[in-house]
């Protein structure tokens, strides 16, 4: 089985997309904050009448706390708006791609009227790839490492 064929054919339907967290806009910093902890989630979405209208991560969160924000403020002042996304025709290659390149670790999966459908992880497209060719991921040689910088013995 071809791994490159696979990944530029298979939808992201196939790579066990988990379902998402979503909150209203107005809801507070404080309350999805205390969301994520809730759920042991890094990400939550933020939809207004079933459409995604932006995400907040963990790494918001980090960057919040460490400014020492106003907690009690809506999400919607600090989420990022209009986030990147994949539709569920696109292949598991442009998630990988995007990703990869955007420097994400998970992509909302909306439909054509960007209602959420569900949350690419990177570790999803990990399993996918481990259930899907695990010769290709189990047999990979080890690092080559790098020649010491220093001479070594005499």
């Known amino acids: 089985m071809d791994i490159q064929l696979n990944l530029s054919t298979e939808t992201v339907a196939l790579a066990h997309a988990s379902e998402p967290l979503c909150v209203d806009p107005d ?75 955007g420097g994400y670790r998970r992509l909302p999966i909306v439909d054509d009227q960007g209602r959420i459908e569900g949350l690419l992880r990177v570790s999803n497209i990990m399993r996918y790839l481990v259930e899907h060719f695990p010769k290709t991921v189990y047999n990979q040689p080890p690092m080559a490492q790098s020649p010491p910088q220093d001479r070594e013995g005499a």
């Open 27 to 101: 809801r507070s910093i404080r309350e999805v904050l205390e969301l994520l902890k809730q759920h042991r989630v890094g990400s939550i979405m933020v939809c207004q009448d079933e459409r995604l209208v932006g995400i907040f991560t963990e790494r918001d969160a980090l960057r919040l706390m460490a400014s020492g924000a106003l907690l009690d403020r809506p999400i919607s002042s600090v989420m990022t708006p209009e986030p990147m996304v994949l539709h569920p025709i696109d292949t598991v290659d442009t998630a990988i791609t995007r990703m990869s390149a």
